[in-house]
């Protein structure tokens, strides 16, 4: 039997004035699994990331197509308000955009776990995140972490708020290996604890060992799904080239 459907776009359309950016994205993520979204630089990934949380600055009827939460229909601002967050979170690629920045880390997270109605102490929190010592990260502002910290702030955060589904969107881009690796493992946890991830990158090395699927985008169109890189044929197996020649054949 398979797991239950959390998330999923179901010919997806986004259009701005004298362009559509998304033709039609379709994909899902299921309860225990990490699905990896990718594609080159303005195929249309962060814009769908954003859509399925209702969070596009466009005018009324510039979105067609739907969103699925939890097998129920978002149709309205109010059907997005009441699953953003407590039941669909955005980690975005500068982690402090997920933080408030007149609140230290903690009271951040307290007031996550104030609203999902579960322990507010922000040290657990944290420590699941993957940070060995929590206590002084409670105490600071976003803008004194740095950006590996911060985006395992905005994970805890999201831990706190008990969502479902995380939705990462580019949050490894520009930290070093290392960090990009303990930040990676945290959402391999989350999905290894029955949530979904859906992790939006460009950068192919990061998947083996971490994504269950991996879905291409390409000129705004979901071209192509499969379990593994070895697997993908037409404009993913394009973006697993470039990138061995990126890395100078080495990956």
């Known amino acids: 039997m398979s797991a239950e459907l959390l998330l999923e776009a179901r010919s997806l359309r986004i259009e701005a004035p004298g362009r559509t950016l998304v033709h039609d994205a379709s994909f899902g993520v299921r309860a225990g699994e990490l699905v990896a979204l990718v594609g080159h630089s303005g195929s249309g990934k962060s814009v769908t990331a954003r859509a399925l949380l209702g969070l596009l600055p466009f005018f009324p009827g510039r979105v067609a197509g739907e969103v699925w939460v939890d097998g129920q229909p978002c149709k309205t ?3 997005f ?49 993957g940070f060995s010592t929590p206590g002084p990260v409670a105490t600071c502002f976003p803008h004194e972490l740095s950006g590996g910290m911060a985006q395992r702030a905005a994970i805890a955060a999201a831990l706190a708020r008990k969502s479902a589904v995380l939705i990462a969107d580019e949050c490894t881009s520009g930290l070093d290996v290392s960090v990009q690796r303990t930040v990676l493992q945290r959402l391999r946890k989350l999905a290894d604890d029955g949530g979904g991830v859906l992790l939006i990158t460009h950068d192919l090395r990061l998947l083996p060992g971490f994504a269950d699927r991996i879905v291409v985008m390409d000129e705004g169109r979901t071209v192509e799904e499969a379990p593994r890189l070895e697997a993908l044929v037409g404009a993913g197996r394009v973006l697993v080239e470039a990138t061995r020649q990126i890395a100078g054949g080495r990956w």
């Open 81 to 129: 308000a009441r699953v953003r967050g407590a039941r669909v979170a955005l980690v975005p690629q500068d982690g402090r955009g997920g933080l408030d920045p007149l609140w230290r880390v903690g009271r951040t997270i307290r007031e996550a776990a104030r609203l999902a109605g579960v322990d507010e102490d922000p040290l657990p929190w944290l420590e699941a995140a």
């Open 77 to 79: 601002e109010a059907d």
